[in-house]
Nanobody, 117 residues
Framework: QVQLVESGGGLVQAGGSLRLSCVASESTFSLNAMGWYRQAPGKQRELVAVISSGGSTNYVNSVKGRFTISRDNAKNTVYLQMNSLKFEDTAVYYC???????????WGQGTQVTVSS
């Protein structure tokens, strides 16, 4: 079973930065699009950023210009660089395989990001 292990979260002041990492134990990692998702308290999980197998990226409007998704296929790792963090970015962040019909893998434990205002 493929495992997803997220890390890099923490407590940061508004305006600060964090870099999240996600390692996937998947032999076909380089062939798949990957996404970062987040779930804030009392809200549904939402897709934040996507990177295709070829490196193309897309972002939800609320993070455009502040977040950058990237990947290192040699390390089976996808990253999320988060700059100019806002209080409303507070959430548990997860990565997953991005595909039509919804995330393709079982969820990992996520990593908590807390932004103090």
């Amino acid at each position: 079973q493929v495992q997803l292990v997220e890390s890099g979260g923490g407590l940061v002041q508004a305006g600060g930065s964090l870099r999240l990492s996600c390692v996937a134990s998947e032999s076909t990692f380089s062939l798949n699009a990957m996404g970062w998702y987040r779930q804030a308290p009392g809200k549904q999980r939402e897709l934040v950023a996507v990177i295709s197998s070829g490196g193309s990226t897309n972002y939800v409007n609320s993070v455009k210009g502040r977040f950058t998704i990237s990947r290192d296929n040699a390390k089976n790792t996808v990253y999320l660089q988060m700059n100019s963090l806002k209080f409303e970015d507070t959430a548990v962040y997860y990565c997953n395989r991005y595909q039509v019909g919804g995330p393709g893998l079982s969820w990992g434990q996520g990593t908590q990001v807390t932004v103090s205002s």
